[in-house]
């Protein structure tokens, strides 16, 4: 059966679905619509699932230990006071309230708040077991250790094609992709999908203290 691999972008999920080593890539309205992909084993989505109602999650802290010098690219998640608002000022606050010492979500986190949201609504309760939250530069480093430099860098971006041409069909795919998706946003999805199909055979790693937030969901990262 495939499984989904999942990235957010303005807005909308670009997705990759990878069945064997044939990937396709899917632009995707909403959270809700990344559920519906039919005949999917697992859901690997580049986004917080498991939210904490005070404090940070152990989770982020070890992705960004295990990375290195390249952990500035995984995010703290916002507590989930914050998803009640859109509005910036009030979401430092909120934060700043369930923190200590006090924090506030960055502005490049803020701009995540609504995709988090329409997530968090789309799982309902109790959310199910086969969506999974990854993170692309975790999978990419798994896949090869030589992947170091910036995603958004042409050296970085070989890197990353090297690394996924060993496990899946990553240039057919994007020469298919839909318009106008990023190239970086496709690579991010298909390593998310990598990452499902690693915990759809058994074989994932993960990072977190085996926490639950208070909808039940884990705060783990996986790949």
Known sequence: MAVLGVDGWRGRWVGALLDGRGVRLLLLPDASAV?????????????????????????DAAARQRLGRAGSCVFSAPVR?????????????????????????????????????DLDDALGDPAPE?????????????????????????????????????????DEALLAAPPRVPAVDALDACAAAWSARRV?????????????DARGRPMRIAW
Do not use: N, W
Not at 35 to 59: K, N, S
Not at 106 to 112: D, E, I, N, P
Not at 140 to 163: E, H, I, S
Not at 200 to 212: I, L, P
């Open 35 to 59: 559920l519906a992909v039919p005949a999917v084993e697992v859901v690997g989505i580049d986004m917080p699932i498991g939210l904490a109602e005070r404090g940070t999650r152990a989770c």
């Open 130 to 170: 086969r969506v999974v939250e990854v993170h692309p530069e975790l999978a990419f480093r798994a896949l090869d250790d030589r992947v170091r430099d910036p995603k958004v860098t042409a050296c970085g971006l070989a890197q990353r094609l090297a690394a996924l041409r060993g496990v899946m069909d990553v």
């Open 81 to 117: 006071a914050v998803l009640a608002t859109d509005d910036y000022a009030e979401a430092r606050a909120l934060s700043r309230a369930a923190t200590d010492p006090p924090r506030a979500p960055s502005a490049q986190t803020f701009r995540l708040v609504r995709a988090i949201r």
């Open 200 to 212: 759809a055979d058994g074989a994932a790693e993960a990072v977190g203290d085996g926490s639950r």
